[in-house]
């Protein structure tokens, strides 16, 4: 960390800040004075040093991280990718492309059971529905809770595809017991308390990124339940919300490359609470995987018609064969262009 | 609601629709078929319809709302002003200026004492001051939690100002028991669980806008807590994220009179988060008060440079005595020129 | 167009405003009188009726547009694809994957024929370089102006690569006679009078989308040139502004698809100045290839530690081999993908 | 300037990038060897050190300017207030309240001298309105152009009042000759072709922040005007484009502070444009003012429901008396204040 001093600081004020920053977080600092400005470099582990902290001291005019603010995501410290293995065997971030694919809501026996055939049939490895459903009215459809995580067990049961849903309170942590991948939802990624009792768990957590979140508190938020012991985090980018009111949220899939650069855990990608329209998930998910995707989330629905919440961005059936079908071929050449061309 | 139906939607289509909704949402159906395009038009309570569901059916190119999707927080069904009380007789929303100042954390009782004592001195009506604190670092100060609403406690009962801190958790609202207002951040602004679980309380909520809501969606989350049987929200604007960068947050004042419009919530606001900045506090409380803002939350800290978390936008005791002093009276000449000139 | 009118609108008004419609902008006025609100629905060509106008009016609440508010761009009264094509046979928007490269700014000869050699023999069929460069700081390097005009001019002629490159003002069109493309930069995406001039002349024009422009802002400047009678626009998405700073804008790659579907034009993508930074240009071109561009326009430069301007994201001419190897690689691969999977 | 350099650089690297460094702009270099990074510290006037040139050094990781990058609008070297002042005796900036007011487009000569007569009579102390208007669609009124100068020119004659009005392309500054003061729109604010020209002129040039401007961005298009020699330039926050659709844009009046710290050039608030609705002008006026603004731009017309541009935002000339008697007082109030509470 580099802090740049005010020029009217003092020579005293200096080394007492130095003596405060060596003792408080157990670095050594450099001093490099110039005509005009002070600089101070800080040797050492800075995970811990407190930006705040160090900002309102009076003679500090800003400062500039040069290591990141986290250790356990950084690939730096683990360069090897994370590969999430489930006890069936089905694996994210091994280099294969994994399809979790379902409806927002689980609405009956019969509509997620059809669902899940169907898209085990396409390629699927993971059966996505949402149970809790976070809902911007107190008048909408909030899901058909425990029934519904009952329903996604079913239908486990008839295909053999984990189950992957949204968690929206750590009350509910012992309820989420035997689901596969507990989903922490945009709106959710900076709920630490929830974090923190994940961080706790021995669950795979998918974490989606906040509807206005930078890449760095994004993965700030991994770090939060990596802290706490559970290495086991997938991140899942799902549009960012700008100016532009074409689509629901801006989809950034520069954010995929950049992710996998600075951290060692699988990306996957949900194109369909990006766009929020069902005739712009093709696309997008070609370009996730020519992004460098692990993965991607994608919402099916029997009957996207009669859907409860988020019909105008859910595929039918049949279309998802298509989808996923491209999707595989588009990874297939991906990967042959990777050998080929170095 | 207008619901515009797409060129190629048929005639049985439609009718399909029209019956759907009828007996879906208990709304009578309007027609009107123009060349080229069909409207219909929603008649009756729409508050419950689902966009979603709307939106997904094949016909449907577009919706437009023309009732507010809120019905307890619509100053349309509510006239008057809501004014919160306290049973120490302060209040909120009532004309006056209402100023909570404190600590961004709690950090000792020396300190919290201290600050209670210089901000009640210089006229603030409560005191804040934060013991569970969100942070986007699993590595920085967490709060001195239930310790620090103890210490709370005892400096309402040196200064008789009633409390507001923030809760992250509905795990704690029975913690959060003697606390005279409670907090929601800007972060967990769209936590449904803890909204739902808060309107069963009979606590006043000071809600913070989300770091990128829109008005709406804030007042969406006001309305999950007054769905729940609690009316007393306070309203405030913190701040939202934009591209610029020379503020920590871009402070949305248009939002006071919008919000004051729509609704019949008082409406605070908090300079200190919004810019991140101590110098910007005063000239920004001033233009607050001049939007119409029912109070004011700034953070004071005894001693800054040393303060645990948020030290760069803190003011010192002396430093609100001053902008406590200009904001009152420029809240006084404000309410004279409102009098004199109609 | 519907018009939603207030609820306190009378008769009167009503029928005044409908008879100032149908005069003022030759359409017909539908009425539909529902219980609290009002609707009229226009019917006719919207495209010159005048928001601004019609919001303004004392009685309308809202309005909605049903229709596009572009006609010559929109693909609605002109469903084929406009292919652009030049003298020498080069083709934008063919189906083919079309690449411009070459350095941000001309610096020299020896630097513009080296490029343009190296860019043809990785396939590229134009070559893009600034002669004029808009530049924040009027203390930066402004570009080589009408002496880099002259040496693109040169590197034509070496390598028979058509010339694209930036203008400014329109003061400069007669100087860009011989540039083969003209280029508008973001900047200038809404300098009305620039646009309308360059729809005075037959020159394709690549219209970049402005830094914070809408969709249909950007289709609006195209209509803007070919409203003037110049049909012959390239659309190029560069990176949105948005909060995030991991990149220097965020490349928004649902704009391809969703331009494709409401304009006739070709798209291509700028991932150099999106992401603004090299390493993530190879990633990001094959992304807007699988999104569906029609080309990519990359910045190459022999030296890019010696460029004087923009070299943070600029390839050398060995990556760009690599990139350009592999987007024409996954190009067809995609190609023969939407073949087989229909 | 501080140059992080990345930990692979060598030391050979480094002295090389030192020598270019100190030959190219001219300044000296510290070099502060720490463990795992070295940083260079420059020292000497780094205004026109190119930050891309800089970044694009293959050992450069990241930069990171001290000082601003802007000389001659910046308050460092010139501590005192600059005053804009006009033959007829107006003046911006000296610590009276200045507001300008008119159409958002002229349009006859009964208009405009009206309206003239109406805001001179409120106080205002400029007349503003457009007669080239950038308009977003090419079928919307482009303005009554040199016409609607002369009548501007006759509504001065009237009533003595200063004009201010928009120009779109250099090619008209001529035309502009005896316009009192030019204004430079949003969608120009880096059109630095007209700026370069505008820099030549003795005008005076009121330049509005660009859509999605920083403030720093703001800041050095005013340094293009004042590096070609004209030093008389006016900021005119006027709202930037964020994601809330609430409002136009969104009002950041943070920046007025800004601006006055960073800049010895006046600011003046367009809460008309900003907001985008008439209703909202007052209360955003009047939080201007309390934010420190010198000056307002106030849309009025005459008749708003005819304005043929931007009359949702318009306010009567009855409105108008009331937000500018407002105004006035509260800036009386204000500086009271001011005096009283140091």
Known sequence: MIIVLKPEATKEQRILLIAALEEKYNVTVNTWVGVGS???GLIGDTTQVDEDWVSAQEIVDSIKRVQEPYKKANRKFHPGNTVIELPGGQRIGDGELCIMAGPCSVESEEQINYVAKRVKAAGASFLRGGAFKPRTSPYSFQGLKDEGLDLLKGARKETGLPIVTEIMSAAHIEMFGSVDIIQVGARNMQNFELLRQLGKTDKPILLKRGLSSTIEEWIMS?????????????????????????????????AVPIVKKLTHLPVIVDPSHATGK?????????????????GLMIEV???????????????????FDRVAAKAFALKKAYDEIEKKIL
Chains 1, 2, 3, 4 share one sequence.
């Open 301 to 319: 629905h029997n009957d996207p018609k009669h859907a409860l919440s988020d019909g105008a961005q859910s595929l039918t059936p049949d279309q």
């Open 38 to 40: 002070t600089v101070l």
């Open 222 to 254: 991994a770090e939060y339940i990596m802290a706490g012991g559970n290495d086991r985090v997938i991140l899942c980018e799902r549009g960012i919300r700008t100016y532009e009111t074409a689509t629901r949220n801006t989809l950034d899939l520069s």
């Open 278 to 294: 069902s005739w712009l998930v093709e696309q997008m998910s070609l370009a996730a995987v020519a992004a460098g995707a692990d």
